[in-house]
C-alpha cells in the first residue's frame, strides 16, 4: 500500500515542474559564426508556455562568433571552452547559462554550479531574505503552484532549478525568480 502511494504521489507531482528540456549539445559543441536561440520562438514551436531549458555537454566557441539567448536557460554538464585568441560577441537576453566551468568568459548570467538539475528552497537567496515565518506560494512559469507553506518548512523541499513567481502571503509577488 505504501509503495502504490509513493507512486501516486510521485506521478502526479511530475507534471507539476513546467520545464521544456531542448536537446542542443550538437549545436552548442562548435559554434561558429553566429548562433541565435530564441525561447519565444521555441516556445510557439512547441505550443508551450513552459520555461525553456536549453542542455549540452560543453560550448565551444570558435574565432569571432557570437550567440545570443533570448529568454532561455542553458544548462551545461561540461564546460564553456573559448579558443585562445577568439574575439566573440555573447549576448544573453533574460537568458542564464549553468555550467560547470567558463573559461575565457565571463558575466553575470553565467552561473558556475555543480548541481544543475535542483535546488533546495532554503539555499535560494530570495527566499532566504524573507523576514519571519510567511506562508509562501511557488508558481511555475505556466502559473501551476509548484509549492504552499510556511517559510520554515522549505527546508528539505527541491525544485528544478528555473525561474518562479513568489507570492509572500500579505506582502508581495515577484515575478520570474531565478532559483539556483
Not at 539555499?123 to 509549492?147: A, C
Not at 517559510?151 to 523541499?157: D, G, L, R
Request: proline share 2%.
Amino acid at each position: 500500500m505504501k509503495k502504490i502511494i509513493f507512486y501516486a504521489i510521485t506521478l502526479t507531482t511530475l507534471p507539476i515542474f513546467s520545464q521544456k528540456y531542448i536537446d542542443m549539445t550538437q549545436q552548442l559543441a562548435n559554434i561558429k559564426g553566429n548562433f541565435i536561440v530564441d525561447g519565444n520562438i521555441l516556445k510557439k514551436e512547441y505550443n508551450t508556455r513552459e520555461e525553456i531549458i536549453i542542455t549540452g555537454k560543453n560550448m565551444k566557441i570558435r574565432n569571432k562568433s557570437g550567440f545570443v539567448f533570448n529568454n532561455i536557460i542553458v544548462q551545461l554538464t561540461g564546460s564553456i571552452i573559448v579558443e585562445e585568441d577568439s574575439k566573440i560577441y555573447p549576448k544573453l537576453l533574460d537568458s542564464y547559462i549553468f555550467c560547470k566551468h567558463a573559461e575565457g568568459i565571463s558575466s553575470k548570467s553565467i552561473i558556475k554550479k555543480t548541481n544543475l538539475r535542483s535546488v533546495s528552497l532554503d539555499k535560494v537567496e530570495y527566499l532566504k531574505k524573507i523576514n519571519g515565518n510567511p506562508k509562501i506560494l511557488i508558481y511555475d512559469r505556466s502559473g501551476k503552484s509548484v509549492y504552499k507553506g510556511l517559510k520554515s518548512n522549505i527546508s528539505n523541499v527541491y525544485l528544478p532549478i528555473a525561474r518562479y513567481d513568489v507570492k509572500i502571503k500579505g506582502k508581495s509577488f515577484d515575478e520570474d525568480i531565478l532559483f539556483y
